[in-house]
């Protein structure tokens, strides 16, 4: 079984945080990324999933 490049998944991490952050993770994107990065489109969906769950688990800021 191949070995999962950790600088590919460094990276698709980075561009689903930008996409969540600016709200464009819009249908068909992950796709696109899988594409883009040569993985599959499940583990990209596997990776947006984690990033969901560790941006909602971070506080918020002060309330100001």
Do not use: W
């Amino acid at each position: 079984m191949a070995r999962r490049d950790p600088e590919r998944t460094r990276r698709i991490r980075v561009a689903i945080r930008y996409l969540l952050e600016k709200n464009c993770l819009a249908k068909g994107n992950q796709s696109r990324l899988a594409e883009h990065f040569h993985v599959s489109r499940q583990r990209v969906h596997q990776i947006v999933v984690e990033e969901r769950r560790r941006i909602d688990s971070v506080p918020a800021g002060p309330p100001y």
